[in-house]
């Protein structure tokens, strides 16, 4: 409630009969007002007012006196004093706090700093009884944030008013707390005008962030804080990192992933806990090395984790591993259906570089063996679903076929290396040969299979034999021709279709006789 008082003094004189009483006016909802017969001092007469805002008029206006002599003759009426009604504060005056403006209703801030910068200009104007005073006040509420994660808040309860000269321009107020700074402007019947800013202020970091690497996929494999990638063409994957941070005063604003060159997603800023980022690439992308997160506080105060993850490209395949058959012969033939195969495992160490092993499988195919025309080379074809090898391969009488045994070595982000080999059984025996003999010359004479020679001396002749046999598994080699005693030429290995030897003689020293033609097929069978 709004009250007062005041006093009006009145002189008044009359040099014949002297004054006898001054009237003093009644004004509604005032105390006061009376015909006062006695000076207080001279010629002076007094009458005391007071007031409340339950009851006073808002404004009264101009009010009147008269003076009455002992002759009764009364004096002329005139306005004496006028009473105002004065509700508005001054106006004038402002407050900016580190470049933000101070409001009626309140503006607010945030500051890193242990201080702040103060412009104030004093209150200058009041449409009334006019600008008494200008204040500044500071006072401090607490700064906390309810988990460390969700913006600070200010305490309810704003401390005791520390009061600061208008005219500074540095408070240097301490943290962690909110700076209330109000600017009040009084006019001289205590009608006030305020503005007032609030500077939440915390100078500490927040804590440093700790990361978390999960959920890998594709060729993407991830050990503590390092995470392997398979960067080359046809490969892809992704990962999540989770970031935890906290900060007592402000809370957190954000944690701010790094973004990965080539990368088709993950990295920026996320501002909701729980703090995340996935990342997804593929093919040869460029990314890799230590990378950082970094965590800001509601007030802009940071704090980097260097270090928080490392990516690695790993794009060699395992190595070492190999497969080594016994009882084969050339050309990975065998005739018996019976071999062996000693197994020797992949192996990758896991390193900061390799991501590591993760399988060395040996697995079995059975397919078919086929020459396109009983004498070329046997072709395998037709390779039926694998099957897994446990240990090393040790086979027994097998059927003709073939039987391809792979190696294959893969590391946890899909570098794979294989070594294969593949055999070949062929259980039967070719065709007989068929021999033909022509071309005779000389004195030679060819009939059916009887070859005729005048083995004299001073005579002399050649002859061809043509040899035809077939194997529809692997083929026929070579036909063996062979060498007569006493020619010059002819007999021997021919291993190209069509087969033949070409024979020479002369004189008496070649021999005669039933001759035998050897067929050797697909390196298996003689």
């Known amino acids: 409630a709004q009250s007062g008082s005041f006093n009006v003094d009145s002189t008044a004189s009359d040099g014949e009969s002297g004054i006898t009483q001054v009237a003093f006016p009644t004004i509604t909802g005032f105390t006061g007002g009376a015909n006062v017969t006695s000076p207080v001092s001279g010629t002076t007469f007094e009458q005391a007012y007071s007031w409340n805002n339950n009851g006073a008029s808002p404004s009264p206006g101009a009010q009147s006196l008269q003076a009455t002599d002992n002759a009764s003759l009364v004096s002329n009426t ?15 005056g402002a407050l900016t706090v580190n470049g933000v403006a101070a409001t009626s209703g309140g503006s607010t801030s945030t500051s890193i700093f242990g201080g702040n910068t103060i412009s104030a200009t004093n209150f200058s104007a009041d449409a009334g ?5 200008t204040t500044l006040v500071r006072t401090l509420a607490t700064y906390t944030s309810g988990d460390g994660i969700t913006p600070g808040q200010c305490g309810t309860t704003f401390g005791s008013d520390l009061t600061l000269s208008t005219s500074a321009t540095f408070d240097g107020a301490p943290t962690p707390f909110c700076a209330k700074y109000t600017l009040t402007g009084t006019d001289k019947v205590g009608n006030t005008t305020s503005v007032f800013t609030i500077v939440k202020m915390d100078s500490s970091s927040p804590s440093t962030p700790v990361s978390t690497l999960s959920s890998p996929t594709g060729n993407t494999f991830i050990n503590g804080s390092t995470v392997y990638i398979n960067a080359q063409p046809g490969k892809s994957g992704g990962f999540t990192v989770g970031a935890t941070s906290t900060d007592s005063q402000s809370g957190i604003q954000k944690l701010t992933f790094p973004t990965l060159a080539g990368f088709s997603s993950g990295g920026g800023d996320d501002t909701t806990s729980p703090f995340s980022t996935t990342y997804a690439w593929s093919g040869a992308v460029a990314a890799s090395g230590s990378q950082s997160v970094v965590s800001t506080n509601n007030v802009g105060g940071t704090a980097t984790q260097s270090g928080a993850f490392t990516v690695t490209q790993d794009t060699a395949a395992p190595s070492g591993g190999a497969l080594t058959p016994s009882g084969l012969l050339t050309g990975g033939y065998s005739n018996t259906g019976t071999f062996t195969i000693a197994r020797t495992d992949f192996t990758e160490t896991q390193t900061a570089s390799q991501s590591g092993l993760v399988s060395s499988i040996l697995t079995r195919e059975v397919g078919t063996l086929s020459s396109s025309d009983g004498v070329a080379d046997g072709t395998c074809s037709s390779f039926g679903t694998p099957t897994t090898v446990v240990g090393s391969v040790s086979e027994t009488t097998v059927a003709t076929g073939c039987y391809r045994y792979t190696l294959t070595g893969t590391d946890r982000v899909g570098n794979t290396a294989t070594s294969t080999v593949t ?7 070719p065709s007989a040969p068929t021999l033909t003999p022509t071309g005779a010359t000389g004195n030679t004479f060819v009939s059916g299979t009887t070859v005729y020679i005048n083995n004299q001396s001073g005579k002399s002749g050649t002859f061809t034999v043509g040899g035809t046999a077939t194997d529809n598994d692997s083929g026929i080699l070579k036909l063996n021709f062979p060498a007569i005693a006493g020619f010059t030429t002819g007999g021997g ?6 087969f033949s030897s070409s024979y020479s003689w002369s004189g008496a020293s070649a021999t005669t006789g ?8 697909g390196r298996a069978h003689v």
């Open 493 to 498: 290995d021919d291993t190209t279709s069509p």
């Open 514 to 521: 039933s001759k035998t033609v050897t067929v050797k097929i």
């Open 423 to 429: 055999v070949r059984v062929d259980r039967s025996a």
């Open 129 to 133: 009884s006019g600008v008494a005073t």
């Open 78 to 92: 005139n306005s004496a004093f006028t009473v105002t009604a004065d509700s508005t504060g001054p106006t004038g």
